[in-house]
Structure formats: C-alpha cells, structure tokens
Nanobody, 115 residues
Framework: QVQLVESGGGLVQPGGSLTLSCAPSGSIGSADTMNWYRQAPGKERELVAGITSSGTTNYLVSVKGRFTISRDNAKNTVYLQMNSLKLDDTAVYYC?????????WGQGTQVTVSS
C-alpha cells in the first residue's frame, strides 16, 4: 500500500521558517495536482496551497506572500516553504496527491508556532 510521507514539521518561534516535504513511499506515477492542507484544533481542514503539473499555484489568502509551494516532478515530491510563521499557522499539515487514477493523503505532520 503506497503512502504519502511528510516530513519537516516541528516547533518554531513566531517569525521563523520551516519547509515541509511530501513524497510517496512507492511508485504511483506523476500527480496532476499536489496540495497542502492544514487542520488546527477545533477547526475544519483547509486548503493551504496547491500546484498543478504545469506549475500553476494557488494559495490561501492568509499565507500568500509567506508560503511557497513547489514540486520536483522527477522525484514526485512537493514542498511547502513557510516563512514568517505566525501563531495561527499552528496545525497538522497534510499533503494530497491527485490524478485521474488516484487520490492519496499523507498522515499529517505537526507544525507548532510558539514563543
């Protein structure tokens, strides 16, 4: 069973940076769309950023200018560079890979922004 494996989460102070990465544990073919979601305690899961196979990106308004999503198609890996982190960015972050033939979610990685 192929899984998406996330890494890079952790504890960071406000204003700090983290980079998340996500890749499949096995071969699944190139994903059409790669997305990052997050879910904070007591809140619904929300789409943070997405990137298509052609490189088109979209962002949650509250992270625009601070977060950057990118992908390495050769490695079928997606990254989320997070700068100027705020307390409100604290959440479990999930990656999602979608294509015409599959829809995979990662297990989540915790990002905690705290002083």
């Amino acid at each position: 069973q192929v899984q998406l494996v996330e890494s890079g989460g952790g504890l960071v102070q406000p204003g700090g940076s983290l980079t998340l990465s996500c890749a499949p544990s096995g071969s699944i073919g190139s994903a059409d769309t790669m997305n990052w979601y997050r879910q904070a305690p007591g809140k619904e899961r929300e789409l943070v950023a997405g990137i298509t196979s052609s490189g088109t990106t979209n962002y949650l308004v509250s992270v625009k200018g601070r977060f950057t999503i990118s992908r390495d198609n050769a490695k079928n890996t997606v990254y989320l560079q997070m700068n100027s982190l705020k307390l409100d960015d604290t959440a479990v972050y999930y990656c999602r890979f979608s294509s015409a033939s599959y829809d995979y979610w990662g297990q989540g990685t915790q990002v905690t922004v705290s002083s």
